[in-house]
């Protein structure tokens, strides 16, 4: 809700903003293969592995 700068306490204004902040580490998984940190439907990068069947050679 907006409100004057000022009758906004501090801890009021930093519950606001860690509820907005709690979803920055979305978006990266661990490879079920290798458990590196990998981004979900994607090829792993350092196993070649997608759907556990390997898609990409890998050295
Ligand atoms: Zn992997």
Redesign the pocket.
């Known amino acids: 809700m907006a409100v004057p700068k000022r009758k906004t306490s501090k801890s009021k204004k930093n519950m606001r903003r860690a509820a907005n902040s709690k979803y920055v580490a979305v978006g990266i998984i661990n490879?079920p293969?290798?458990?590196?940190p990998?981004l979900p439907h994607r090829v792993?990068k350092?196993?070649?592995?997608y759907k556990n069947k390997e898609v990409v050679e890998t050295k």
């Open positions: 490879c293969q290798c458990h590196e990998k792993c350092s196993c070649g592995f």
